[in-house]
């Protein structure tokens, strides 16, 4: 079993995965900038090491600092977290290749599944449906006219490198498409140095919908239900539920159980989340996330089923703790993500917290590093907490977490909580009816 963890990461993720080894009985190596050196989960870790300045490139992504840390410290698992190094395929081998367990899937399991058109190929080769679309990537207008033709206009030119909602271009029309496709191969080579793109079907009303899905290497792998990640501005996602309001329990079975076992049959190893556009009944993927995601405490909510636990668990070897007929779905789970923003305008608003006070009560959890007296600096992403409340029924979730969001206090900095504190009082948002697009059509009609 493993025995102490190195956490490459930081803030409330940091955090988490410190609580999850602890209640495991395993010790803790945090690594940290000079801008965190007195970040919480520096604070409550067994050893810390500084590996860096404040710019993410000196530290949280300096891989030879992270694997010099684990070996002055004795680490024989490292856990990335999500963002930074999590889903590098390179950084998953290095590890591999200096004896420490890596507590994510192998390295060639992130490059295919990190490259857009290799995942859209290799999951419809295990069953999976995709959204129509080019077979593969594309350079030359003439190419990218024929498949347009084909699928029917509008559409949608990707990244095949992208992620976080950048690389991409919305086309309705022919005469928009030879400026479109140049402007987001451009834009791809300069973000991810890379300049493949392909094309799929603009869906015009989707839902965001995925599955989290968690594997061993024994040939196991199960479903953990869906989650409901449609509320989202610029591709980045604000709110998220379990189950989603629109997916029956017949639907939640079959799609699952087709995620499930294209994964084993992929002989995948660890957390992972398959990520769909759902709209008309039908549904279409378009990636794989190869890590625990920010919203993973929703599926904890309704399913008891601690998943870093589980990530850890099967890094070392060891099987799955569940089989598929136990999991079980109890209620409905929401999650806030508060960021240090206006929340209309969402500028950014790093600072010094002066004070802090998360809500509490029944079936309510907050996963935040923050503190009262703690700068949050201007270097990383925004987001400072997340709130996730459950319910027996979606209507008394939302109850719940209006409630919450009243009572949870942060001074000294602007933050996201009023824009939640609106979303439980729309009707529209309320009633469950609501896409990938409603949120900025929400917003935009709120600073007109």
């Known amino acids: 079993m493993i025995e102490k963890v190195l956490i490459a990461n930081r803030g409330e993720i940091a955090l988490r995965i410190h609580r ?3 209640e495991m009985g395993i010790k803790t190596v945090a690594v940290h900038s000079t801008a965190d050196s007195e970040a919480m989960h520096v604070r409550l870790a067994d050893e810390s090491v500084c590996i860096g300045p404040p710019a993410s490139a000196d530290s949280y992504l300096n891989i030879p600092a992270i694997i010099s840390a684990a070996e002055i410290t004795g680490a024989d698992a490292i856990h990335p977290g999500y963002g930074f190094l999590s889903e590098n395929a390179h950084f998953s081998d290095i590890v591999k290749e200096h004896g420490i367990a890596f507590i994510g899937p192998s390295g060639d399991h992130i490059r295919q599944m990190g490259d857009k058109i290799t995942a859209k190929e290799t999951v419809k080769k295990l069953g999976i449906p995709v959204v129509p679309g080019s077979e593969g990537g594309i350079s030359d207008d003439k190419t990218a006219s024929d498949v347009c033709d084909e699928i029917g206009y509008p559409v949608i030119i990707k990244a095949s490198a992208g992620g976080g909602g950048r690389g991409m271009q919305i086309v309705r029309s022919a005469e928009e498409l030879s400026v479109k496709l140049h402007t987001c191969r451009t834009e791809a080579k300069a973000a991810f140095g890379d300049d493949a ?12 919908i995925e599955f989290q899905i968690i594997g061993d290497s024994h040939g196991n792998c199960i479903h953990l239900g869906e989650r409901d990640c449609s509320l989202q501005r610029r591709h980045q996602k604000v709110l998220e539920e379990a189950p989603s309001p629109v997916i029956d329990e017949e639907t939640r079975e079959r799609m699952g159980g087709i995620v499930a076992k294209a994964m084993a049959e992929f002989g995948y190893c660890g957390a992972g989340t398959i990520e769909f556009l759902y709209e008309n009944g039908e549904f279409y993927f378009i990636e794989m996330n190869t890590r625990v995601q920010v919203e993973h405490p929703v599926t904890e ?16 070897g060891e099987k799955l703790s569940y ?3 136990m999991v079980r779905f109890f209620g409905h789970a929401i999650e806030c993500r508060i960021n240090a ?20 009560g029944l079936n309510v959890r907050c996963d935040s590093a923050v503190y009262t ?22 209507e008394g979730c939302l109850l719940r977490l209006r409630r919450s969001l009243d009572e949870f206090v942060i001074d000294g900095i602007t933050t996201t909580i009023p824009l939640h504190q609106e979303l439980m009082d729309d009707e529209e948002f ?6 990938i697009h409603w949120l900025e059509k929400f917003l935009e009609e709120k600073n007109a």
């Open 373 to 394: 007296g703690y700068k949050i600096p201007p270097y990383y992403d925004s987001m400072v907490a997340k709130l996730i409340v459950s319910g027996y029924t979606r």
């Open 197 to 208: 793109v392909y094309i799929e079907k603009f869906l015009t009303t989707p839902r965001h």
């Open 430 to 435: 309320q009633s469950g009816d609501y896409d």
């Open 323 to 325: 089989t598929q007929d």
């Open 301 to 316: 909510m309704i399913t008891g089923i601690d998943i870093v636990r589980e990530q850890i668990r099967v890094a070392a």
């Open 20 to 22: 999850a080894c602890h």
């Open 341 to 360: 923003e206006h929340p209309f305008n969402f500028m950014p608003s790093p600072g010094t917290v002066t004070q802090y006070h998360p809500p509490g």
